[in-house]
C-alpha cells in the first residue's frame, strides 16, 4: 500500500552536507512513524532518526546536532538533512514507513564520506 524510493545519496568529503529524499506513494496517511536507517558495509541495519505522525523527532546519538529529518505531507516526501557529514556516516541509507500492521522500506541509497 505504501511504496518508498530514496535518493540523494552521493560521495563527499568530510564536513559537507547531502540531503537525503524519500518519495512516498500510496497510503501515507495509515503511517504512525517514519524514520531513516542505515547499514554500514557488513553491518546491522541502525536508526538514524524518527518522525512520528504528529512531527516528533528522535536522532540516534551519533547524528544528532548534525542530522535533521522533515517531511513535507503536501508532496509526500521524507527527507534528511545532513551536515558536517563524517566518514563513519558511510552506509546505505533506508527510508522506512512503519503502519500499525505494516513496515514499509524503500531500496536504499549510499552515501560515502572520505576524509
Known amino acids: 500500500q505504501v511504496q518508498l524510493v530514496e535518493s540523494g545519496g552521493g560521495s563527499v568529503r568530510t564536513g559537507s552536507s547531502l540531503r537525503l529524499a524519500c518519495a512516498a506513494s500510496g497510503s501515507i496517511e495509515h503511517i504512525d512513524t517514519w524514520g531513516w536507517y542505515r547499514r554500514a558495509s557488513g553491518q546491522q541495519r541502525d536508526l538514524v532518526a524518527t518522525?512520528?505522525?504528529?512531527?516528533?523527532?528522535r536522532y540516534a546519538d551519533s547524528v544528532k546536532g548534525r542530522f535533521a529529518i522533515s517531511r513535507d505531507s503536501a508532496k509526500k516526501m521524507l527527507y534528511l538533512q545532513m551536515d558536517s557529514l563524517q566518514p563513519e556516516d558511510t552506509a546505505v541509507y533506508y527510508c522506512?514507513?512503519?503502519?500499525?500492521?505494516?513496515?514499509?522500506w524503500g531500496q536504499g541509497t549510499q552515501v560515502t564520506v572520505s576524509s
Open positions: 518522525l512520528t505522525a504528529r512531527g516528533a523527532a
Open positions: 522506512n514507513a512503519l503502519a500499525y500492521y505494516t513496515n514499509y
